[in-house]
């Protein structure tokens, strides 16, 4: 039997994602090129591996046979590759899916470093909400999410890179009694919160469920930023990495609002198709859980009025940032 690697790739990209063109895009070739290779495997084998429909590409009953023992022959590859290839340059380009806490923080740090370790490889990062970004890693528009959550499938793999404290936070101006709330008690008062895209929703989902948080009026924005100016200037509880808000409480912009039980602290994890990983998604990976800091670089720089009152000057307004 005369089969080679290329051909069981373009096999597997092919049927994974329904389309020749697809796979062509994914593993930077020609559409003809695929579809050639997987002709060459159709005819070493004598059966159909793909039927060709108006919906898109189907698994023969022979290809369903074979996908399995192509991927883990992807992976004994990239294996050996690693392992006994004689240069260990990392290259390439990567497309890296982060939420905007990650871009506010720690994102140009990371690139940086991965620039000065591997300078043949190349970042493009993509800024959305978790669920939008995970919706890229299913049609394989990015490579790698790092976002909320510990496990999206038995099709993906997920490292734990890092979590982040992420308390009830408000506006002094609110009111609100120094004391512990109650779920129940949230009611009273208006909830700010991100859109219906981020993970961090689904992640914190459950968790307020079972604990019963009832909530009155209810504003939704998909900008972090936008949502910590607007519960800075009063308009509803909402839920922030303290170390996003720190110098903001430290200034008397915002205050923690206690609840019981208060949120448990959200897990960051980056997430990868488990197919084909390669040692250089493995190398971003690894590089993420090590710069991982949502401390670091991620206080936007205050105007003069919303420093503390006692160091403003009397002469100038009040400003927002």
């Known amino acids: 039997m005369n089969i080679t690697f290329k051909q069981l790739e373009a096999f597997v990209y092919s049927a994974k994602l329904r389309s020749f063109s697809s796979a062509a895009a994914k593993l930077r070739a020609t559409q003809s090129a ?13 059966v159909p591996l793909l039927h060709r429909t108006a919906r898109g590409l189907e698994m023969a009953q022979a290809g369903r046979r074979l996908l399995p ?17 004689g240069d260990q340059t ?25 620039r000065q370790l591997h300078p043949e490889m190349s970042i493009e990062p993509v800024v959305d909400a978790g669920l939008l970004l995970f919706a890229g890693l299913e049609a ?7 976002m909320p959550g510990t496990y999206w499938g038995k099709s993906y793999e997920t490292v734990r890179v890092g979590q982040v404290e992420d308390l009830w936070v408000a506006s002094p101006s609110l009111k609100i009694p120094d004391r512990v709330l109650k779920p129940h008690e949230f009611v009273l008062y208006p909830v700010l919160e991100q859109s ?17 948080f009832q909530f009155g009026r ?29 110098p903001d409480i430290e200034a008397g912009l915002l205050r923690i609002v206690k609840s019981d039980p208060m949120p448990p602290p959200m897990i960051y994890g980056a997430v990868y198709r488990n197919d084909n990983p390669g040692p250089a998604v493995q190398r ?38």
């Not at 192509?70 to 006994?84: C, T």
């Not at 290259?91 to 990650?102: P, Q, S, Y």
């Not at 394989?140 to 790092?146: G, H, L, P, T, V």
């Not at 219906?196 to 019963?212: I, L, S």
Request: proline share 4%; charged share 25%; hydrophobic share 40%.
């Open 140 to 146: 394989n528009k990015i490579d790698i999410a790092i």
């Open 69 to 85: 023992l192509a991927e883990e022959s992807q992976r004994l590859w990239a294996r050996i590759d690693h392992e006994m290839g």
């Open 218 to 246: 209810l504003f939704q924005t998909n900008s972090t930023t936008v949502l910590r100016q607007l519960t800075i200037n009063g308009f509803g509880i909402s839920q922030l990495a303290l170390d996003y808000v720190r």
């Open 196 to 212: 219906t895209g981020a993970a961090k929703n689904r992640y914190y989902e459950a968790w307020r469920a079972e604990h019963k």
């Open 90 to 114: 990392l290259r390439g380009t990567f497309r890296v899916g982060v939420t905007e806490l990650i871009a506010m923080t720690w994102l140009t740090r990371f690139i940086q470093r991965l």
């Open 34 to 46: 695929i579809s050639k290779r997987v002709a060459e495997l159709e005819q070493e084998f004598g």
């Open 284 to 321: 971003i990976v690894e590089l993420a859980v090590q710069m991982c800091d949502f401390s670091a670089g991620g206080n936007p720089r205050r105007a003069a009025g919303n420093a503390p009152p006692d160091k403003r000057r009397p002469a100038r307004p009040a400003r927002r940032p």
